[in-house]
Nanobody, 123 residues
Framework: QVQLVESGGGLVQAGGSLRLSCAAS????????MAWFRQAPGLEREFVAV????????YYADSVKGRFTISRDNAKNTVYLQMNSLKPEDTAVYYC????????????????WGKGTLVTVSS
């Protein structure tokens, strides 16, 4: 069992930066693939970024590529999402998710979810 708790959300002006953190419980954190998703009001939850257990591979949604960076510290059981050059369209609740086995990273395939942290980008 893995419990995920996100933090770091808030209100920021367009062009600003935020760093989200996701603290995970559980001794097997290092073996999980970790991802960030987001959900804007009235829209479906969408993939943002993923990082493999060894941090050897990362992948980003086209909408955030070059602006967001996902990283992890297995010693601290924490995954991060550094968000730069934020845009109003990045406004959403951001969710951390964990997947125990390799495979496609989509909402339905993730094994554990945090409760989310709200990011609001003002224009």
């Amino acid at each position: 069992q893995v419990q995920l708790v996100e933090s770091g959300g808030g209100l920021v002006q367009a062009g600003g930066s935020l760093r989200l953190s996701c603290a995970a419980s559980g001794r097997t954190f290092a073996s999980y693939t970790m991802a960030w998703f987001r959900q804007a009001p009235g829209l479906e939850r969408e993939f943002v970024a993923v990082i493999t257990w060894s941090a050897g591979s990362t992948y980003y949604a086209d909408s955030v590529k070059g602006r967001f960076t996902i990283s992890r510290d297995n010693a601290k059981n924490t995954v991060y999402l550094q968000m730069n050059s934020l845009k109003p369209e990045d406004t959403a609740v951001y969710y951390c998710a964990a997947k125990a086995r390799p495979g496609t990273i989509v909402v339905s395939s993730m094994d554990y979810w945090g409760k989310g942290t709200l990011v609001t980008v003002s224009s």
